[in-house]
């Protein structure tokens, strides 16, 4: 069966190939034009290893010609309005170009079609959210007379840009976290220069040609294909005021380490969990943790990890989360019946079989999956983990769930934060007093009470504490993450009313 799928998707990912190199003729997108490939970047379905395009892999010549660019691009006046109409524009043609780019997405990525077609539409969504936030991205009026030196003085702050940002983002959501870091800082004022991950650089090139042809001035966006070489050349570049990274705890600390003194902003993905307590409903707790768990094959910075079930009730909960995740349809991206689609690569799928074989060895028990074919794994669960094995302790980025009990929640702080820094974490439970007693002592970005940890809008701060990451996203958090104050103070014209001068003449 599975043979037979990749057969057909191979018809597909060869469509898709020319809709690219219409679409989006390679290169890397530069003060308003793709350019030519002169160092190719070949860039490979994840399932067969077709060839869908190529772009350039960008060099250091070329991240210093895309910062000069965004540097000069900001003598430029460019108007809130004029932003805000760019972004709703770019919104508008993206969501006419759903299909091509859904079907875009799918092929360099990770994401089943269906997946796919909600990324496109939350991509839009981010779009619009930027521009309608701009109406709200101002300053304030200062209250001076809280002491006598402030007396007869007036004054307000705006917020400003920050410069140039550069943005580093990874494979797993190529078009809306791109999004999500080109939005907020053209709605700031800013220029961005955006480096997507090297397996997936077409749907980022495609959004900058969409802003582009939307109104967004040239310079003011690029986009830099390349490995890492490209993104260690436009960390290191000191035009750069502002770095934010999405991606891994390793490099995102590397990215920090050689941050000088400029802003940093970090999402690093976490180790999630939900609690399931005894009054809980049941069936409902099942079915978002198996969703939260294995949709875009566990291949997600909030995907749920670890499952604790309060002790009553585990004997019910374990047999109908296996039962629901033997149900789940693995296949190929381009079935619309696919519900776990593949691994990005074949490291990822063996660092995963060899945490699920020391998992195994020190006694943990599968209880169903643990098998791979190909880059297609499984959905797994395992029961009697210890809290000191390394599918416990750390972030899998794979298909895998475990699933232990709990007889007191008052001990679950310690324990879920002893696994790892979480970003977010649900609860299951009808009282209420319990999930806000817990939300107060966990140290996450959410709590997300009868959701499980897989859950965000576009519109809510997202990010979490310590080695999960730094600052906030969400549209206008990372609006206000990208811009600063600047105070405006108005004295009355009569220096006898200045203090130092009343102490002069005294």
């Given at each position: 069966?599975l043979t037979a ?93 759903n299909d091509d ?156 380490a050689q941050a ?247």
């Amino acid at each position: 069966m599975l043979t037979a799928e990749l057969d057909a998707g191979t018809e597909v990912v060869r469509a898709v190939a020319d809709s690219i190199s219409s679409l989006i003729p390679g290169g890397a997108f530069i003060g308003g034009d793709i350019t030519q490939v002169t160092s190719p970047l070949h860039v490979r379905e994840v399932e067969t290893g077709q060839l869908i395009g190529t772009v350039d892999n960008v060099s250091s010549a070329g991240v210093a010609s895309a910062v000069e660019r965004a540097r000069q691009s900001l003598d430029s006046p460019w108007e809130p309005w004029q932003r805000q109409e760019a972004l709703l524009d770019a919104a508008s043609e993206l969501e006419a170009l759903n299909d091509d780019a859904a079907l875009i997405l799918a092929a360099e990525g990770i994401k089943t079609i269906t997946e796919a077609r909600q990324e496109v539409q939350r991509a839009v969504h981010t779009l619009k959210l930027s521009a309608r936030a701009i109406d709200t991205h101002t300053g304030e009026t200062l209250n001076l007379s809280s002491t006598a030196r402030g007396s007869r003085r007036s004054g307000y702050f705006e917020r400003y840009p920050l410069g140039v940002v550069a943005a580093i983002t990874p494979f797993n959501d190529p078009l809306n976290l791109v999004a999500h870091k080109i939005g907020p800082a053209l709605a700031a004022g800013n220029s961005v220069i955006v480096k997507p991950a090297e397996q997936t650089p077409f749907s980022a090139l495609l959004l900058a040609m969409i802003l582009h042809r939307s109104g967004v001035p040239e310079g003011r966006l690029a986009v830099l294909p390349g490995d890492s070489t490209t993104g260690r050349a436009l960390v290191e570049h000191d035009g750069v005021d502002v770095l934010t990274f999405t991606g891994g705890e390793k490099v995102g600390n590397s990215i920090s380490a050689q941050a000088n003194g400029r802003k940093v902003l970090l999402e690093l993905g976490g180790n999630n969990a939900v609690v399931v307590a005894a009054d809980a409903d049941i069936d409902a707790a099942v079915r978002a943790c198996v969703a939260g768990a294995f949709s875009a094959a566990g291949q997600n910075c909030i995907s749920v990890q670890r499952v604790y079930v309060h002790e009553s009730i585990i004997d019910a909960v374990i047999p109908l989360a296996l039962r629901q995740t033997e149900r789940l349809k693995v296949g190929t991206k381009f079935n619309p019946r696919t519900e776990v689609g593949p691994m990005v690569s074949d490291a990822a799928v063996r660092s995963f079989l060899e945490r699920i074989a020391e998992a195994e060895r020190q006694g943990a028990e599968v209880r169903t999956g643990g098998v791979a074919r190909g880059r297609f794994v499984d959905p797994t669960i395992l029961t009697s983990v210890d809290e000191t094995m390394s599918v416990f302790r750390e972030e899998c980025f794979a298909p895998v769930m475990t699933i232990g009990a709990f007889d007191d929640w008052r001990t679950l702080p310690d324990r879920i934060h002893s696994g790892g820094q979480p970003m977010q974490v649900g609860v299951f439970s009808a009282d209420i007093g319990l999930c806000l007693s817990l939300a107060d002592r966990l140290r996450v970005g959410t709590v997300l009470i009868n959701e499980s940890s897989d859950f965000r809008i576009d519109s809510m701060p997202f990010g979490s504490f310590g080695r999960s990451g730094v600052g906030r996203e969400g549209v206008k958090f990372a609006m206000q993450e990208l811009s600063a104050p600047k105070s405006i103070i108005f004295s009355p014209i009569d220096s006898r009313t200045h203090p130092r001068m009343e102490q002069a003449h005294d």
